[in-house]
């Protein structure tokens, strides 16, 4: 009604120049109204001023005055308008319940009867509230499964509740397929299971706050380490900087013994360098008095004089180098080389991950985090994985997109890479693994499912490289002939259930590794409790025979 009621005033106060609500609205003498600027505009362009609509001729042109009634008429019916409009929300619109009671547009549902088994907007529910026989109804928030209590059978409400085959069903099927059934009333398994339903909560609550408590601990773990880390941080930056304080000090020093070495040698010759130069001048002095006194023709004169002049003094014997001065500067260079060595050996890439130990927070997530169980739980984490051609043996083809690798007699066509393992039947995996990942791998023949550190040997002696003889790769080698695990060349054997199929999980920061065969149930093989120090990479070897193969599972 209310709408109808709209769009008759819009009408009414509608301009028939321009069909819209009037703006400005003026009314001319012959009683009819429109738009200020619209009849404006047509007695513009006219010579003569007619109405629009009934054609009666004003002379003179009318002054147009402002209707002030139909301006407010016109700005009460915009208001109504807008108030109609906000108030649309309560029209049942997508995801939404309807009135199943509403003839044209249906309103949005309220509640709904699990009796008529119908759902009502607020206008329609009203004898529910009023009607004695309907007050008894049981009404529930507004919901679209009610079709769910109808039976699919008979069509008739499900208020019975079949305990042998635990599922509704209707009073007919209790007279057919449930005759002989233990039944009760859906109403009287719903009060008992309600207790149990209390019972799990219960449980559930007591499982939530030891939870949260873990969570408690986790931050105080996350904070104590932040400021152990903080506190590392800083005596580490002063350490260092001591060091590189000492070093920068030694070095001063041992500039400046070179230098006052250098000094006291270079003064040294050169005295040396003035008596020699002194005893050239006196030498060349006596060739001269010698050559005067072979010219002389005076003979007693010659032999007194030559007594004198023949006798030469003792010369000054001055080494071209000093072989010492020379081998002490070799030997401080040795010396400061043989420092930085030491120096270089102790700062080395490996030190700081030797330096560390597993946390007193590491060991508690690896205890009290809970490693998956089923096989549901275990894909939770399931990564996809493919295999690096740029480290494939030439001996190994990889298909399947790089998920399956075959052993051959002959090499393949690979280009080379530096990457390549080039004495092992090996291969890595493209992706890194973090945090927990689980993946499977079907097997045939002899393999080696393995984990390794990116930088595991490519060339070398088998226990450099092949996964499982060194310490940076941990493997479980499969045959028909049973399991073993191997890390660092220790064997260890195992027993269980064969399977061709081995699911691997691993949680790299609690330090697990585990190896489960697969049959119809998950059955731990090995786990591995250790710390990782770098990424981890799957790796695959077929150490035996051609046609040998292992495939890693497709998750998708």
């Known amino acids: 009604m209310a709408q109808q009621l709209i769009q008759l005033d819009q009408e009414k106060l509608s301009c028939s120049i321009c069909l819209d609500l009037l703006k400005d609205p003026v009314t001319i003498p012959c009683g009819h109204s429109y738009c200020m600027d619209c009849i404006k505009n047509c007695w513009d362009e006219k010579e003569t001023h007619s109405c629009p609509q009934c054609r009666q001729t004003f002379t003179p042109r009318p002054v147009l005055v402002k209707n002030m009634i139909l301006g407010e008429l016109v700005g009460d019916l915009k208001k109504a308008e807008h108030s109609t409009a906000s108030s649309d929300h309560t029209f049942a619109g997508p995801g939404d319940v309807a009135c199943d009671f509403c003839s ?32 008894k109804h049981k009404l529930i928030k507004a919901t679209s499964k009610l079709q769910e209590n109808i039976c699919p059978r008979h069509d008739e409400v499900m208020k019975i509740f079949c305990r042998t085959d635990q599922q509704c069903i209707c009073y007919l099927c209790l007279m057919d397929e449930h005759k002989d059934h233990v039944t009760v009333s859906a109403v009287a398994e719903r009060a008992e299971k309600q207790k149990g339903l209390e019972t799990n909560r219960q449980n559930v609550q007591q499982i939530i706050q030891n939870r949260e408590k873990d969570v408690k601990v ?15 941080f800083r005596e580490c930056d002063k350490a260092f900087k001591n060091l590189i304080s000492l070093i920068e000090k030694k070095s001063s020093e041992v500039k400046r013994q070179i230098k006052a070495k250098q ?22 002095r006596r060739d001269t008095e010698l050559q005067q006194l072979s010219l002389t023709e005076d003979h007693l004169h010659f032999l007194k004089s030559y007594s004198s002049l023949s006798h030469l003094s003792a010369s000054t014997n001055v080494p071209t180098y000093n072989n010492l001065t020379l081998q002490y500067f070799e030997d401080v260079t040795a010396s400061v080389s043989r420092t930085r060595n030491k120096v270089k050996a102790l700062l080395s890439d490996g030190w700081p991950q030797t330096s560390f130990s597993m946390t007193k927070a590491d060991r508690w997530v690896a205890k009290n985090l809970r490693e998956p169980k089923t096989r549901d739980e275990f894909l939770k984490y399931s990564c996809q994985i493919t295999l690096d051609p740029n480290t494939a043996h030439k001996r190994l083809s990889l298909s399947d997109s790089n998920r399956k690798v075959t052993l051959m007699s002959r090499n393949q066509p690979y280009p080379s890479h530096p990457d390549k393992f080039l004495q092992r039947l090996q291969v890595l995996s493209r992706e890194c693994l973090a945090g927990g990942c689980y993946w499977e791998v079907k097997w045939n023949g002899t393999v080696y499912v393995a984990v390794a550190y990116k930088d595991i040997g490519r060339t070398g002696t088998r226990e450099e490289c092949g996964f499982g003889l060194n310490d940076k790769s941990w493997a479980l080698r499969c045959s028909i002939n049973g399991c073993e695990f191997k890390h660092n060349n220790i ?8 399977s061709s199929r081995i699911g691997v999980y691993l949680d790299h920061r609690a330090g697990t590794l585990s190896f489960y065969s697969i049959t119809e149930t998950m059955n731990l093989l090995h786990r591995v409790q250790t710390r990782f120090t770098q990424p981890l990479y799957v790796g695959l070897w077929l150490p035996q025979s051609a046609g040998h193969t292992a495939e890693l599972f497709d998750f998708k």
């Open 104 to 135: 044209e547009r249906k309103l949005k549902a309220s509640k709904s009867c699990l009796v008529c088994m119908a759902s009502y907007c607020e206008q329609h529910l009203q004898p529910h509230y009023n009607v004695a026989p309907l007050k």
């Open 218 to 232: 986790l931050q105080e773990q996350v904070e104590a380490m932040n400021l152990s880390a903080d506190k590392a």
């Open 263 to 284: 000094k006291s040698e270079q003064n040294r010759v050169k005295e040396l360098q003035e008596k020699i130069e002194q005893e050239i001048r006196d030498l060349r």
């Open 491 to 498: 064997s260890t054997p195992i027993s269980g259930p064969q």
